[in-house]
């Protein structure tokens, strides 16, 4: 690779980007876990007690950020699969690979924390409202992505089917936020709005910010990790790289 190209454009190649992100990967981590710990200490023991749910309400700090990452992953997962398309390049499909199994737990774990937050709060763990069942859509449509991508032997034929399905199914997140002004639905309101004033106490949107940053530089790390596999397996060997490497330098 010539010097004047530009370092941007140098780590679009799997092989220069697998010793970047293992570099990246204990900084993302490690502020992950920090803010976690901190997260956790401002909602279960620093933020006051909710008027109305009592303690019950604590779980929105698992609840809510993880809802947001199940969204915002599939929209940075399909931007890779969007990229993937149009430029062929097979770093944006491995990062989307990379993405769809810590996007499926995130919705799992909003499914779950809103199941046990529904319990004192409708009295039923489940009802069929419309942002949990769209939620519920986009746990299969990153199951069904994965399964896809499980199911083509030919990986980058594999890469345009799943990055198709991807992108079709994009249409879903817009349906899961704006859910709640369309249609008549038990689930409340958003209480973090761009437009608005938080609904919430300082302290409690504090906690749930600094958890949601924690989720996101968590998830970074493990995408950069699960990435690193792919590349692994898909080139050929970590010795296969580092020859790569060796030539491109």
């Known amino acids: 690779m010539s010097k004047d190209t530009k370092p941007w454009f140098r780590f679009a190649s799997p092989a220069a980007f697998f010793p970047l992100a293992g570099r990246l990967i204990p900084w993302f981590g490690g502020a992950a876990a920090l803010l976690t710990v901190i997260g956790l200490y401002l909602g279960l023991v620093v933020a006051p007690t909710d008027w109305q749910q009592g303690e019950a309400y604590r779980i929105i700090f698992i609840h809510v950020p993880a809802a947001w990452m199940a969204m915002f992953i599939y929209l940075v997962m ?24 810590t996007g499926a737990l995130f919705a799992f774990l909003a499914l779950w924390t809103g199941a046990l937050w529904g319990r004192p709060t409708w009295g039923a763990y489940w009802v069929w409202d419309a942002r949990l069942t769209s939620t519920l859509i986009l746990l299969f449509l990153y199951l069904g992505f994965m399964a896809l991508r499980a199911a083509i032997d030919e990986p980058r034929r594999a890469d345009r089917a799943s990055a198709l399905l991807a992108l079709v199914g994009a249409i879903n997140v817009p349906i899961i936020y704006f859910s709640v002004k369309w249609w008549n639905t038990l689930h409340q309101g958003a209480s973090v709005s761009l437009t608005g004033s938080p609904r919430m106490a300082r302290m409690m949107l504090t906690a749930m910010l600094v958890m949601a940053l924690a989720a996101w530089l968590y998830s970074i790390a493990v995408a950069l990790h699960r990435v690193r596999s792919i590349i692994i397996e898909r080139e050929g060997g970590s010795d296969a790289i580092a020859r790569q490497l060796g030539r491109q330098g």
């Open 78 to 101: 399909a931007g890779w699969c969007a990229a993937s398309l149009i430029w062929n390049t097979r770093l944006s499909a491995m990062m989307a690979q990379a993405l769809a199994p």
